[in-house]
């Protein structure tokens, strides 16, 4: 839905999603999606200001660690039906000392890997570089907002643009050698006040790359705001400046989209604790896939709880995570809970 919805409506779907048989009623478990996501390192050495990982908050909750080749390995073992493995999240995957390691495994096992989510490509091994391409890692998405280093250093702190540019050259370099398209390359751009006037200079960069471009809102609308929201609205493909401005478009949260990972690419982390989606960094869930088994943690009674939350088929549970998010939040007061066939 696109258009803001009327106090009737709203009021409507409260009363179907609030039907008696319907509050305790739980969705299928989602037994064993192909897909999953697993942190590969919650360290980074970049100081971007109003990151919870550069202020070492979210380590209080995930704890500051790296996935161990060893528990990548059995994973992939013990569960033949994963197909593919998104590493990256909250951290720089390119610190995690057993990346060839994990990379060349995946490949030899038919595991597609990908980093979507986000990469800085500071600091990265010259053979990580080439292996990436050997053992055809699918994506990368690289966090550039900007298109000088000047504007780039302004909120990647300690990051060094030229050498962000070279990796991508390598890389480039090492398809070529290997006749390979992999990995596929995106350029993510974060759109702030003091980089907005270079998005168009960024976007013919990363056509001059062969890299995708992807303009990003940011989260924390008090850090260096949007100046020109007309000229910044043309450029986005959403037609919108800020979450804020999407919010009021649309009806929902900027990132609503990330409940599905519940059952489509649920986010495991470095140390097997079950977190359910990328956004949740303050609490686990009380399973954990190397201890309990994968299957048998995407599948728990609380993360199939969570599952019915989320698509309003349950009352908020102050075990669940999900109670405590602000997405879920603008669910209960909307009555706008995702849907799933």
Same mark, same amino acid.
């Given at each position: 839905?696109t258009?803001?919805?009327?106090?009737?409506d709203e009021v409507?779907l409260?009363?179907?999603?609030?039907?008696a048989?319907?509050?305790?009623a739980?969705?299928?478990a989602?037994?064993?999606p192909?897909?999953?996501r697993?942190?590969?390192?919650?360290?980074?050495?970049l100081?971007?200001p109003?990151?919870?990982?550069?202020?070492?908050?979210i380590h209080k909750?995930i704890g500051?660690?790296f996935?161990k080749?060893?528990?990548?390995r059995?994973?992939v073992?013990?569960?033949p039906w994963v197909?593919?493995?998104?590493?990256?999240?909250?951290?720089e995957i390119?610190?995690?000392?057993?990346?060839?390691?994990?990379v060349?495994?995946?490949?030899e096992?038919?595991?597609?890997?990908?980093?979507?989510? %986000?990469?800085?490509?500071?600091?990265v091994r010259?053979?990580v570089?080439?292996?990436?391409?050997?053992?055809?890692?699918r994506?990368?998405?690289v966090s550039?907002?900007?298109?000088?280093?000047?504007?780039?250093?302004?909120y990647? =702190?300690?990051?060094?643009?030229?050498?962000?540019?070279?990796n991508i050259e390598?890389?480039n370099?090492?398809?070529e050698?290997?006749?390979?398209?992999?990995?596929?390359?995106t350029?993510?751009?974060?759109?702030f006040g003091?980089n907005e006037?270079?998005?168009?200079?960024?976007?013919a960069?990363a056509?001059?790359? %062969?890299m995708?471009?992807?303009?990003k809102?940011?989260?924390?609308e008090s850090y260096s705001? =949007?100046?020109?929201?007309?000229?910044?609205?043309?450029?986005?493909?959403d037609g919108?400046?800020?979450?804020?401005?999407?919010?009021?478009?649309?009806?929902?949260?900027?990132?609503?989209?990330l409940?599905?990972?519940?059952?489509?690419?649920?986010? =495991?982390?470095?140390?097997?604790?079950?977190? %359910?989606?990328c956004?949740?960094?303050?609490?686990?869930f009380d399973?954990n896939?190397?201890?309990?088994g994968?299957?048998a943690?995407l599948?728990?009674?609380? =993360?199939?709880?969570a599952r019915?939350?989320v698509?309003g088929?349950?009352e908020?549970?102050?075990d669940?995570p999900?109670?405590?998010?602000? *997405?879920?939040? *603008?669910?209960?007061?909307? %009555?706008?809970?995702i849907?799933r066939?």
């Amino acid at each position: 839905m696109t258009d803001k919805m009327t106090l009737s409506d709203e009021v409507a779907l409260v009363e179907m999603t609030d039907a008696a048989d319907e509050t305790t009623a739980l969705p299928p478990a989602a037994s064993r999606p192909p897909n999953i996501r697993l942190e590969a390192c919650t360290h980074c050495q970049l100081k971007c200001p109003v990151c919870q990982t550069a202020t070492g908050e979210i380590h209080k909750y995930i704890g500051a660690g790296f996935l161990k080749f060893d528990d990548f390995r059995t994973l992939v073992d013990e569960n033949p039906w994963v197909e593919e493995v998104e590493l990256s999240n909250n951290g720089e995957i390119f610190l995690n000392p057993h990346m060839s390691k994990i990379v060349r495994y995946a490949h030899e096992h038919n595991v597609r890997l990908t980093a979507s989510n %986000g990469v800085n490509l500071n600091t990265v091994r010259a053979k990580v570089l080439e292996d990436l391409v050997r053992y055809r890692f699918r994506h990368m998405r690289v966090s550039l907002d900007g298109a000088s280093a000047e504007t780039y250093e302004k909120y990647r =702190v300690a990051g060094d643009f030229d050498t962000v540019i070279a990796n991508i050259e390598t890389l480039n370099r090492h398809k070529e050698k290997h006749a390979s398209r992999y990995p596929e390359l995106t350029w993510q751009f974060v759109v702030f006040g003091h980089n907005e006037h270079e998005i168009d200079d960024a976007r013919a960069m990363a056509e001059r790359l %062969g890299m995708d471009f992807f303009m990003k809102l940011n989260w924390d609308e008090s850090y260096s705001p =949007v100046q020109d929201v007309q000229a910044v609205r043309a450029k986005q493909t959403d037609g919108v400046a800020s979450r804020s401005e999407f919010k009021e478009k649309f009806g929902h949260h900027y990132m609503q989209r990330l409940c599905h990972q519940l059952w489509d690419q649920p986010q =495991v982390n470095w140390n097997g604790e079950i977190f %359910g989606c990328c956004r949740n960094t303050w609490k686990a869930f009380d399973v954990n896939a190397f201890d309990d088994g994968l299957e048998a943690a995407l599948n728990s009674e609380q =993360v199939n709880y969570a599952r019915a939350m989320v698509t309003g088929r349950a009352e908020a549970r102050d075990d669940v995570p999900c109670t405590t998010c602000r *997405i879920y939040k *603008i669910m209960q007061k909307s %009555g706008r809970y995702i849907a799933r066939d």
